[in-house]
């Protein structure tokens, strides 16, 4: 269900709440159902539930977008990226996107709808799998904050390997966003550097 959300994020609509009115109450019985077998030390039910959606599948927010705001902290070259960048590192911290998602933006930009929906794909495969074949226990059934920090949050909820799989999957996450962040950065640098340029070339009233 993370990826539809995704989609319709990429179309101005809040997916998150829209998939969240239907799904969580599902995904918090599900949630809590592990709660309940991690109390009485049995082997836990369920890989997916509100903690997985929100902690391993959307690293950032909707959209896994914390490794897009990695790209924009580390590589960017334009000046409107490189200011969005350090505006949004400390809301994406803890899951808040929409700097992001209406700076860049996201919202009704094909470019960027690629690596939006797939990275939430990618994050969900990699969890799933590391989970599904016991890497890494799933979620104990602890109800966290959703502003909780990645890495801190994996941690809490699946001890340290849960914190690795959160590590590498911002890690592949970043890898995805990195070449469409690129033909972006490079555009938005180029048409700075035109007007910079123009302004030096025009008269001086």
């Known amino acids: 269900m993370a990826p539809l959300s995704s989609v319709l994020w990429a179309f101005g609509i809040h997916g998150t709440v829209i998939i969240g009115a239907v799904m969580d109450p599902i995904w918090l019985s599900l949630t809590a159902e592990n709660a309940a077998a991690y109390a009485a030390g049995n082997p836990l039910p369920n890989i997916i539930n509100t903690e997985f959606q929100s902690n391993f599948v959307q690293l950032g927010g909707a959209g896994s977008t914390f490794g897009l705001v990695l790209c924009l902290v580390l590589f960017a070259r334009a000046k409107q990226y490189k200011m969005l960048g350090k505006l949004g590192i400390a809301p994406s911290i803890f899951n808040i996107n929409e700097p992001i998602i209406f700076g860049m933006p996201i919202v009704l930009n094909p470019l960027l709808l690629i690596p939006f929906v797939l990275s939430t ?76 340029q123009e302004q030096e070339a025009a008269p001086v009233s």
């Open 121 to 196: 794909m990618v994050a969900l495969v990699v969890s799933y799998v590391a989970m599904s074949t016991g890497l890494v226990p799933p979620t104990n059934g602890i109800n966290l904050p959703w502003t909780i920090p990645p890495i801190i949050s994996g941690f809490l909820l699946s001890g340290w390997k849960g914190a690795v799989l959160q590590v590498v999957t911002l890690a592949i996450t970043t890898a995805i966003y990195f070449p469409f962040f690129k033909i972006a950065d490079n555009n938005a640098y180029a048409l700075e550097q035109k007007e910079e």
